[in-house]
């Protein structure tokens, strides 16, 4: 290992270093890196803090954003996101920047994660924004918008992908014309992917929208033979009559699921998404046929941000989010999410337009303390708090015969006189209608073609008087009628992670202000219904 020399031309000032091209050397060289030593010491010292997340994953220092270039190389998953080292603050006229590098961790299961060293570093940029990564044979492929030049490539071939090198040294699509004068598409957040030997690529943006005038989503599509020279082809989405007006399309993700493809991505203004359609390839278009939301209103304060994804190997995608806060944190803010695995619900012509969302990971090997719970009755309107279980870092998982309340509620982060609780609460048949489980079931079915409602209520969830409250997370989730509420909650110091029935998954940031709101309860409005079984863990952390 080798520090590199002071480069004045560098944007960055932060220390880079040359690694070995050997497994054992990189391991052993990290054993006496001096950043991998600056990172320890940042988590013992941000450990303290109540509200930091102890099984999701959080950067070892300072600030965290989007999630970045997620991908599977050489037996090993490897997470990238926007980095904000403590070192590096340029001066501007309003104050002062930090300057964005990619931060890099590396996971054998998706859930232990391991620090390793700030991977690109901004030069000829200003800062390393959102992109994607495209595994080959023989070296991995990031490409991502590089602030105030355009968007960038950088390669890698070595195991722990801690050296990189950038094709060309500068943007291989720039930001402007060689005059300043702008293209007719917008340069901004990439993602990469290859047919027929040739290289494709998305850049986020909008176009006017007609005939308001204001912006509207869109993602402008690349070609390229050699990655160094890209051609324009064309806007790549049609069809879409999902997102807003007023949605772009930042931080996209294109991959094959199943039989179709998705596009993940994030809007500045309604957060994170999904349009899932069929790819025309002959045509190089996007056929969009269905959508889907990641969270429920704006991305802040507390709510989910952006994605990054990469395909499993199996026909389904693994998608990671990092999540706002909702209060001031002294020295770190922000957080990932845990790892969602999507597939598509079925083949049928319902399901395949839609998701089925599970958690994805060696999550089990988190838990310890195991309390299992069997036919525990909810009589109407009564609070059922289970006594035997406290923890503000545990997973629930319970089924729930819901007969006919139209209300359950699951609390959590109680406190044992309810001054704070954040409220988990399932609305039978108080959603959209589905049309098309109501167009081909018979007349007797109909009334049951509706979609049941998931919500997570941080209205009491704290006393703190800096907190931001967010509105009711609520999003739509279809039980087929009869079907039991399958609730898998996750709970970690300041987050609230909720997938119903493999079909949803809601998440919000909340922060209790007492020590001992570490309760829950159950509650079932109106009529009468029946936990079936409750199983709870303690979860240990993943930096141990």
Request: charged share 25%; glycine share 6%.
């Amino acid at each position: 290992m080798t520090a590199d020399k002071a480069d004045t031309s560098r944007a960055s000032t932060v220390p880079k270093y040359t690694f070995a091209k050997t497994l054992t050397e990189q391991e052993d060289q990290l054993k006496s890196n001096p950043m991998m030593e600056r990172f320890a010491a940042s988590r013992k010292s941000l450990s303290k803090d109540p509200y930091r997340p102890i099984y999701h994953y959080v950067n070892p220092e300072n600030d965290l954003n989007d999630p970045n270039g997620l991908c599977y190389w050489q037996n090993r998953w490897h997470l990238f996101y926007q980095g904000y080292p403590d070192s590096e603050i340029t001066s501007t006229g309003s104050g002062s920047k930090k300057v964005v590098h990619w931060g890099h961790a590396v996971s054998d299961d998706l859930v232990h994660w391991r620090d390793l060293p700030y991977a690109i570093y901004p030069d000829p940029e200003e800062s390393c924004f959102s992109g994607a990564t495209l595994v080959e044979n023989d070296r991995v492929i990031a490409m991502y918008h590089g602030v105030g030049a355009g968007n960038m490539i950088a390669l890698s071939d070595d195991p722990l992908l801690l050296n990189w090198e950038k094709v060309t040294g500068q943007a291989v699509i720039p930001i402007a014309q060689p005059d300043g004068s702008p293209w007719p598409y917008r340069v901004f957040d990439p993602c990469i992917w290859k047919k027929d030997n040739l290289y494709y690529a998305l850049s986020g943006g909008t176009l006017p929208h007609e005939p308001s005038g204001r912006r509207t989503r869109a993602n402008f599509l690349f070609r390229s033979d050699d990655l160094e020279s890209w051609e324009y082809l064309h806007p790549f989405i049609e069809g879409d009559s999902f997102t807003l007006v007023g949605d772009d399309g930042a931080c996209p993700y294109f991959w094959p699921i199943g039989d179709r493809h998705i596009l993940l991505f994030f809007s500045h203004m309604s957060g994170g998404q999904a349009l899932i359609g069929d790819y025309d390839k002959p045509r190089d278009k996007f056929v969009v046929t269905s959508h889907h939301d990641f969270n429920f209103g704006a991305f802040g304060p507390g709510g989910v941000h952006a994605p990054s994804a990469t395909p499993d190997g199996k026909g389904g995608v693994i998608a990671i989010f990092n999540m706002n806060p909702a209060m001031d944190t002294e020295g770190w803010n922000q957080i990932m999410t845990l790892p969602r695995h999507l597939s598509l619900l079925g083949e049928n012509k319902i399901d395949r337009d839609r998701l089925r969302i599970e958690p994805a990971g060696d999550i089990e090997s988190l838990r310890s303390d195991h309390k299992s719970f069997k036919d525990i009755l909810l009589p109407a309107n009564n609070e059922i708090v289970i006594h035997e279980v406290q923890g503000n870092a545990m997973e629930l998982i319970t089924e729930i015969k819901v007969n006919t309340s139209p209300m359950i509620e699951l609390n959590v982060f109680r406190s044992p006189n309810k001054e704070e609780f954040t409220r988990v609460a399932f609305y039978a048949n108080r959603g959209y209608r589905d049309w098309e489980r109501y167009d081909q079931w018979q007349p007797d079915k109909r009334l049951a073609a509706t979609e049941g409602l998931i919500t997570i209520d941080s209205s009491y969830s704290s006393l703190l008087p800096d907190v931001l409250s967010r509105a009711p997370e609520t999003g739509p989730v279809f039980l087929e009628r009869d079907e039991n509420l399958k609730l898998r909650v996750f709970i970690d110091k300041s987050v609230v992670e909720v997938f119903v029935n493999d079909k949803q998954c809601i998440a919000m940031r909340v922060y209790p202000g007492k020590t001992e709101s570490t309760g829950i309860s159950f509650r079932s409005q109106g009529k009468d219904a029946k936990i079936i079984t409750l199983d709870t863990w303690q979860m240990k952390s993943i930096y141990s």
